[in-house]
């Protein structure tokens, strides 16, 4: 094997100090208003999350991700938060979010929110009295400038001319999204205040009662929607770190089991802030589309790329976060492009799960996924969506006329449905034992079963010939061992893998893959896009 072309990497291991749990946990990325329609009005809610609870639970999963699901005029599809204490009536009641809890749990499945704790909206009442030209206990809630024509070429967004206080305020993302005022690192103008100023520690304590709210009625942690961003000039995000640090430790005093997620995609800084696992995304660090979204990522039957990079990223990044906390590769999630778009087919996707439910770390898998839902292309953009839109469309359920996802007429629907008369659905394919919904479901009987498959195992990624797009890793905990190889190209492919010295080779989950052991090696022929798991 020609091993320049591919590091011979040592085997890492994950071992962290998280909660227990999360070293079995399969999450399930739920964006409600698509999920399941309850009461016929065209948008998915918090009971038709709960009538789909026995769905997760057959599925495997072990956890649920709800993006947000607060009060808003969702402009940015709830991540504009009108009050944090309620839930939004389009998806029911505090009660309904309470019974959620409940019926997960006695399901064995944990329920995380999504937090925006970056920002509101314009419309929360502490923006509206934050707005007003007398000072309030809510002035210094928002980071405003001293004068509405001043700092015209500051690089933070500022929106002048918006309120009668005689400032510019600081948005995060869009127009409608203030800044919460967590304190600048390095203030330089008068305005900018310390992190430790009365207005940043006073949106510190209000985040802890928030979530604090939300723990004691149940809740089993959250996913933070940009958890680095907090603090303004931040370089290296060192303050950022240091508050999350202080929360995580008063918020795991009374709630030590509960898990914390970044949208950070910098683990080394995440996890050293005290959150459990973070995302490996299209932002930060990178490396997610090197696997799935680019012209020349490695999960292409044709064209495809190498996977070295992504593997040399993501060791480098285990190395330096070791014992903190997880990295997770996600199947996909409401901000990217799904998995089934460039002409990808579910024998495709089959390959791509595989990699990604024998991966360490957490498993995400965004809603629909699991059974090849297809990215909706020439949307209009909805609540913000904009290109993200096609990532939204309604949950198939079914074969019928609005795929089971709502009994309201189709112009009432949030999103239209995928228009295809082939559309894949679940119970379909629950019913057919060859099914991507069921090779997902394998997969992940597979991976609970077993703790070398899991999130700290060890992985150690096999050397691959530089002339061949085939890949393949060992995971192994104490004297449990797996070989997975992959081949996601339309080409056919062989390899030997060297100095295993297998005392088995039982093939688990496989589809075009022949393994045969010659002495301490064992010889791999791939059929194009094929995988196999194999227990050695």
């Known amino acids: 094997m020609d091993k320049d072309k591919f590091p011979d990497f040592p085997q890492m291991g994950t071992e962290t100090g998280s909660p227990a749990w999360l070293k079995q946990a399969i999450f399930y990325q739920i964006y409600p208003q698509s999920y399941y329609d309850s009461n016929g009005d065209g948008i998915g809610d918090i009971p038709g999350i709960i009538q789909k609870l026995d769905y997760l639970q057959w599925l495997g999963i072990s956890a649920v991700w709800i993006n947000p699901c607060f009060v808003s005029h969702f402009r940015d599809s709830g991540y504009d938060v009108d009050d944090y204490y309620r839930v939004a009536p389009r998806y029911g009641t505090n009660r309904d979010l309470y019974r959620l809890c409940r019926e997960a749990h006695r399901r064995g499945i944990r329920v995380c929110l999504d937090l925006v704790a970056g920002h509101t909206s314009i419309d929360h009442p502490w923006f509206k009295a934050s707005c007003r030209s007398r000072r309030n206990r809510y002035s210094d809630r928002y980071i405003w400038t001293s004068s509405i024509f001043s700092e015209a070429k500051s690089t933070l967004s500022l929106v002048r001319g918006y309120s009668e206080r005689d400032g510019s305020y600081v948005a995060n993302c869009f127009y409608f999204q203030p800044a919460l005022n967590y304190g600048f690192a390095r203030p330089d103008l008068p305005w900018q205040q310390p992190v430790n100023a009365p207005g940043p520690l006073e949106t510190r304590r209000e985040l802890i009662k928030i979530m604090d709210y939300w723990l004691v009625h149940g809740v089993d942690g959250f996913r933070v929607d940009m958890a680095f961003s907090l603090v303004k000039m931040d370089p290296g995000h060192q303050e950022t770190i240091k508050l999350w640090q202080v929360i995580g430790e008063k918020i795991r005093a009374r709630y030590p089991d509960i898990a914390l997620i970044s949208e950070w995609g910098n683990p080394e800084e995440s996890l050293a802030a005290g959150f459990d696992i973070d995302f490996v995304l299209h932002i930060g660090l990178g490396g997610y589309t090197d696997l799935f979204l680019n012209e020349n990522s490695f999960f292409l039957r044709h064209d495809g790329g190498k996977i070295q990079g992504f593997v040399q990223s993501y060791l480098e990044q285990i190395a330096k976060v070791k014992g903190k906390g997880l990295i997770s590769v996600p199947s996909g999630n409401h901000d990217i492009k799904r998995l089934r778009t460039d002409g990808r087919t579910a024998s495709d996707l089959k390959v791509i799960f595989t990699f990604l439910l024998t991966w360490p770390g957490v498993p995400f898998i965004y809603y629909g996924d699991e059974i090849g839902m297809l990215y909706i292309t020439g949307l209009a953009s909805k609540e913000g969506g904009y290109d993200r839109t096609g990532s939204r469309t309604p949950m198939q359920w079914d074969s019928g006329p609005n795929a089971g996802f709502s009994t309201a007429d189709k112009d009432r629907f949030y999103l239209p449905l995928d228009p295809r008369r082939n559309r894949p659905n679940v119970e379909e394919q629950a019913s057919d034992s060859g099914?991507?919904?069921?090779?997902?479901?394998?997969?992940?009987?597979?991976?609970?079963?077993?703790?070398?498959?899991?999130?700290?195992?060890?992985?150690?990624?096999?050397?691959?010939?530089?002339?061949?797009?085939?890949?393949?890793?060992?995971?192994?905990?104490?004297?449990?061992?797996?070989?997975?190889?992959?081949?996601?190209?339309a080409e056919p492919s062989s390899t030997k893998i060297k100095g295993i010295k297998p005392g088995n080779l039982s093939p688990r989950i496989c589809r075009g893959v022949q393994a045969c052991v010659e002495g301490d090696d064992i010889q791999v022929k791939l059929a194009g896009v094929s995988y196999g798991i194999f227990k050695l």
């Open 435 to 489: 099914s991507l919904l069921n090779h997902l479901r394998d997969l992940i009987t597979l991976r609970r079963h077993y703790p070398a498959l899991q999130a700290d195992g060890t992985l150690t990624p096999l050397p691959v010939e530089t002339s061949q797009r085939h890949f393949a890793y060992l995971r192994q905990a104490n004297d449990e061992r797996f070989l997975v190889v992959l081949n996601p190209s």
